[in-house]
């Protein structure tokens, strides 16, 4: 059939309708000018109510100008445009969260939008009462997952277990929308709702010998929270039970007399992590805290034969930070669905990844997490199967040794955080962080590599070492997030191990260079600039 409007016409009428605009040029220039007063304004009263960042934007040079000094002659130019890069970022960033009107347009616009039907970029306004997370849905809904991927890393990781005599066990935990389709859809939807390459994930799993949970398969008995990511405790007592019986199915831990445990009830009420995601104004009504049962696992000690990899999934109702309890999580309920305490690894966030990077990090440092393990559960949500990171990490077999101050940044001897330390510091180096309603977990922690040490009683100086603070806490960017490289700071530290049971299963980012990770960190118990 003819096409109704010639092509050579169709273009005529576009470049027509191109050159062509209904507003007048008064109507234009009062567009243009009321624009540029409402910049002039939000800039002068920028200059007069936020003052640091924008003097800071002078100093947006100098971290590629120490690139540039420090570097030999042929790395110099590219070290220093991705300092430039990254100082501009930061800086921009800084503006964005410093700027006056943020906090007022925020308390106003996001509860509109709430009850308009909307959340934000990553918290979703599901059916009724649910919320979502937007990469959940998106694993859910969107492509098949290159199995793969995944599957490699699995296989790696089984295989080096293997070489210790331990068994590797995979649990994916399932996403909200897989166990709840009524908080996307009208349509009666039977969970649980799978990506494509969900099922030949977990046929290729069978095939390679690597034993699975599929907790999926069991979505009635794994309730969710409404305003958060994760399972209720009922829902995370029955993951346990599901696991426990999977492991004693494969018959794979000797038989030894089951180590007796108490269960203490307690109530416990608390917005989720997708409402807080929202940060609504205090004493918000448009969304209703949720209570639940805490159940807290008390056991008596035991030599533990089973570590658990795990992610925010085993962390809730067991990590104090996340808002929910301590002492209740999927290791707890483990140990007591097994009758036998259960060692674990935790971390929230890039399951994937993070605790495979934590256990390879302990055992290079000394730390032998796998001393008299059996079993390994490694634990992850499903969305990280379609946007986790998947690489190969190798387990090393014993503690490397300390490099040597030639081969060290800045060639000064690195220090350990077995002792406080009161003193100065430079900081050479700034893990990353994320922006504050961009993740689901309410608080994070940086990695800063810190030289030219300078202890207050002169014991000290010249020394480098690495060091930890929070750069988040309940989704607000703390004052640690305005650190750079290249500040003087003082500072008093204090063993990372003193405060690891509170902060160690919290997000952390890591710094690049492999031989900082050796470094037995602190934690930055004050700092002052």
Do not use: C
Request: charged share 20%; glycine share 8%.
């Amino acid at each position: 059939m003819a096409h109704p409007i010639p092509i050579p016409e169709r273009e005529a009428q576009a470049k027509r309708e191109i050159g062509h605009t209904d507003l007048r040029p008064a109507g234009a220039w009062t567009l243009i000018a009321g624009l540029a007063v409402l910049f002039l304004l939000g800039t002068v009263a920028q200059l007069f109510l936020k003052t640091k960042v924008l003097r800071e934007f002078s100093r947006i040079p100098e971290p590629a100008v120490r690139a540039w000094n420090r570097d030999a002659e042929g790395t110099r130019l590219f070290r220093a445009n991705r300092a430039l890069l990254t100082a501009m970022e930061n800086w921009e960033d800084d503006l964005e969260d410093d700027a006056w009107f943020r906090p007022a347009l925020l308390d106003t616009l996001q509860p509109l939008l709430w009850r308009l039907g909307s959340g934000n970029g990553q918290a979703v306004r599901g059916r009724g009462d649910w919320m979502l997370f937007q990469p959940d849905i998106d694993h859910v809904t969107g492509p098949a997952f290159d199995v793969q991927a995944p599957l490699a890393a699995i296989r790696d990781l089984s295989e080096q277990l293997a070489e210790r005599g331990i068994t590797l066990v995979v649990v994916p935990a399932p996403v909200k929308p897989q166990i709840h389709p009524e908080s996307l859809s009208a349509r009666p939807l039977s969970p649980p709702l799978r990506n494509p390459s969900e099922q030949p994930f977990l046929e290729a799993l069978e095939s390679e010998g690597i034993p699975a949970v599929d907790l999926a398969a069991h979505a009635r008995e794994l309730p969710y929270l409404k305003t958060d990511t994760h399972w209720t405790p009922e829902g995370m007592s029955a993951a346990a039970r599901l696991t426990a019986e999977r492991l004693q199915d494969l018959g794979i831990l000797s038989a030894r007399d089951p180590v007796p445990y108490d269960i203490i009830e307690s109530d416990i009420t608390h917005f989720g992590d997708i409402a807080e995601m929202l940060s609504f104004p205090e004493g918000q009504t448009l969304i209703a805290p949720e209570t639940v049962r805490h159940q807290r696992v008390e056991q008596n000690a035991a030599p533990e034969r089973v570590l658990l990899l795990g992610d925010s999934f085993s962390n809730i109702f067991s990590l104090e930070g996340m808002g929910w309890g301590a002492g209740g999580g999927l290791a707890e309920h483990l140990g007591a669905a097994l009758g036998e305490p259960v060692r674990a690894l935790r971390r929230n966030d890039a399951g994937a990844s993070a605790t495979r990077k934590m256990l390879a990090q302990d055992l290079a440092r000394g730390t032998n997490r796998l001393d008299g393990i059996e079993i390994v559960v490694w634990q992850f949500a499903a969305r990280e199967l379609s946007f986790g990171d998947w690489s190969l990490i190798q387990l090393p077999e014993a503690a490397r040794e300390r490099p040597a101050p030639s081969e060290t940044p800045d060639d000064a001897p690195l220090i350990d955080g077995f002792e406080p330390f009161t003193g100065t510091a430079r900081i050479a180096e700034i893990s990353s962080f994320p922006r504050p309603g961009q993740v689901p977990y309410a608080d994070h922690v940086i990695t800063l590599h810190l030289t030219n040490l300078q202890s207050a009683d002169g014991a000290v100086t010249g020394g480098q070492t690495v060091a930890r603070v929070l750069s988040m806490r309940n989704h607000t960017l703390t004052d640690a997030a305005r650190l750079r490289p290249g500040m003087v700071i003082s500072l008093n530290l204090i063993p990372f191990m003193d405060v690891e049971d509170e902060f160690g299963g919290l997000n952390v980012s890591v710094l690049d260079n492999p031989d900082l990770l050796l470094v037995e960190p602190f934690w930055i118990e004050s700092y002052q600039p």
